[in-house]
C-alpha cells in the first residue's frame, strides 16, 4: 500500500495562524512541544512496520518539514504547492519502488485536512481520505488553503471521510465497504454510507438532511467517481442490469437508515421527470426498481407550462424561482406528522433538495431525507494543454457512450475555451 499524507492539520495540530512563522521557517520549531493528533505516531509507526510505504507532503518550509520527518520516521516533499503535482511527480521519478505501487491505484491513498489534498490526490488518480479532527473559528480560516472550509472541502470529493486515525485504519483496512453506496454498488460491493451534504436541525427535533450516493467528476479523480453513470442513466440503450445496480445501491443506502431503530420512515417518494424529459420516466423507472419496506408514493410534479431545466440557471437564487413557480406537491396526499424520503438524480448546488425540504415541511412533514443519486464535484484539470488556444483542458465524458476525452470547454458549457476536444485513448 502506498500512502501519501499531509502534516499540518492532518498529522499535527498546527492550522491556527500563530503557526504561520514556523511554517514558514521564520522560526525554529520544537517539535517536542507540538500537538500531535490522537493515534497519529501509533498510525504511522503501525502501517510502516507492516511493510506499507508512507511519504509525508507537505507545503511548509525544510527547516519546519524536516523536523517531522525525522520524528515520523518518513520519506518527503517540502513547499509540495499543493494542488500542483509538478514537484511531487519529479520526487516520484526518483523513487522506483513508488512508481511501482502507483501503477496499482486500488492500493493507493492521499490523507488530508483540506481540498487542497484531495485535489492532489485526485490529479495522481488515486482514493482520497478528507480527515477532519478539529474545530477552526471563521476567523482562523486560511482563504487559500481552505482550513475548516468543509463546503469546499466537501465538494472537492474526496472518496472518503473521516474523523480520527482509528476510522482511517477501517477504511485502509477495508476500502470498498467504505465508499459511498452508489459507487460501491458499481464495484461489486455493499455499502450503506453516504456523502453528508447537508444537516438540518429543528429546534422541534426533527430534521431535514441532503445525503449524496455517488460523486460525479469532472477531470481526473478516482476509479470509483461515477460521472460514466450518471450520464447513462439519460442513454436510451442503457441496459436493465445498469438500472438495477443503481436502485440496489439506493436500496443499500435505505437499509442502513431502516436499521437505525430510532426512526420511523412513512413515505418514500421521487422527483419526477418533467414530460419532455428523454428518455421519459426515467427517474420513475428507477424508482420502480428499489426494492423497500417503506411505502412509495409519488408526491411531486411538475407543470406543464415549466419550459428549460435548472441546468440552464446557473444563480440559487434563479434556481429557487424556477422551482417555486413550476414544481409542487401533491397536497391531496396527508402528509402531515410523516417523515418522508425523497430520491433525485443529481444535487448540484442543493436548489432542489433544500426546495423540497421545505415545501414537505410546510405541508406538515416531520423528518425529511433528501438521497441525490450523484452529486456534482469540482472539476479538476491535470495540466493536458489545448494545443489550439493553449488553455488547460479537462477530462470530460461522453453523454452516450462513458467514453472520456480532453476539452477545452467553450462559453456554452461553462468554461472559457475554444471548443477544441481529443479522444483519450
Known amino acids: 500500500m502506498l500512502i501519501f499524507v499531509d502534516l499540518d492539520g492532518t498529522l499535527t495540530d498546527t492550522t491556527h495562524p500563530s503557526w504561520a512563522p514556523f511554517r514558514d521557517g521564520q522560526a525554529e520549531v520544537d517539535v517536542s512541544r507540538v500537538h500531535l493528533f490522537f493515534g497519529a505516531m501509533d498510525f ?56 511501482a505501487l502507483l501503477q496499482d491505484k486500488s492500493q493507493c491513498f492521499f490523507i488530508g485536512d483540506t481540498k487542497l489534498d484531495i485535489e492532489t490526490g485526485r ?3 488515486i482514493m482520497t481520505i478528507l480527515l477532519m479532527q478539529y474545530i477552526v473559528k471563521e476567523e482562523n480560516i486560511s482563504v487559500r488553503d481552505g482550513v475548516g472550509d468543509k463546503r469546499g472541502n466537501q465538494k472537492m470529493g474526496p472518496t472518503f471521510y473521516a474523523k480520527s486515525f482509528n476510522e482511517v485504519r477501517d477504511i485502509l483496512n477495508n476500502p470498498m ?31 431535514g438532511i441532503i445525503r449524496c450516493l455517488a460523486r460525479q467528476e469532472q477531470g481526473s479523480c478516482d476509479q470509483f467517481a ?74 411531486f410534479r411538475w407543470l406543464e407550462q415549466g419550459q428549460g431545466s435548472l441546468r440552464e440557471r446557473n444563480l440559487y437564487k434563479e434556481r429557487q424561482e424556477f422551482l417555486n413557480q413550476y ?24 436548489a432542489t433538495a433544500f426546495y423540497a425540504i421545505g415545501k414537505l415541511r410546510e405541508l406538515g ?56 476536444t481529443e479522444n483519450i485513448l
Open 123 to 125: 490529479r495522481l488518480g
Open 226 to 299: 461515477r460521472a460514466d453513470k450518471y450520464f447513462q442513466i439519460s442513454n436510451s440503450n442503457r441496459p436493465q442490469s445498469f438500472l438495477q445496480t443503481l436502485a440496489d445501491g439506493v436500496k443499500f443506502y435505505l437499509d442502513g437508515i431502516l436499521a437505525n431503530r430510532m426512526y420511523s420512515w412513512d413515505v418514500f417518494t421521487y422527483l419526477t421527470d418533467k414530460s419532455t424529459t428523454q428518455p421519459p420516466n426515467k427517474m420513475k423507472e428507477i424508482f420502480d426498481l428499489i426494492d423497500t419496506s417503506i411505502p412509495k408514493v409519488t408526491l
Open 365 to 420: 412533514a416531520v423528518n425529511v431525507i433528501v438521497i441525490a443519486m450523484f452529486q456534482m464535484i469540482l472539476p479538476v484539470y491535470n495540466g493536458k494543454i489545448c494545443p489550439r488556444c493553449g488553455k488547460e483542458m479537462l477530462i470530460k465524458i461522453r453523454r452516450n457512450d462513458g467514453s472520456r476525452f480532453y476539452s477545452c470547454t467553450p462559453p456554452q458549457y461553462g468554461g472559457q475555451g475554444c471548443g477544441y
Open 177 to 207: 465497504g467504505h465508499l459511498p453506496s452508489i459507487e460501491a454498488a458499481f464495484s461489486g460491493f455493499i455499502s450503506n454510507i453516504a456523502i453528508r451534504f447537508s444537516d438540518i436541525r429543528y429546534k422541534d427535533g426533527s430534521f
Open 44 to 99: 504511522i509507526r503501525d502501517f510502516r512496520n507492516s511493510g506499507h510505504t508512507i511519504i509525508l507532503v507537505s507545503d511548509s518550509h525544510p527547516r519546519y518539514v524536516n523536523k517531522f520527518k525525522a520524528l515520523f520516521g518518513l520519506e518527503g516533499i517540502e513547499l509540495a504547492d499543493k494542488p500542483n503535482t509538478v514537484k511531487l511527480n519529479s520526487f516520484i521519478a526518483t523513487k522506483p519502488d513508488v512508481q
Open 327 to 350: 414544481l409542487q406537491v401533491d397536497d391531496s396526499v396527508d402528509i402531515k406528522g410523516k417523515s418522508i424520503i425523497v430520491l433525485d438524480d443529481q444535487l448540484t448546488t442543493g
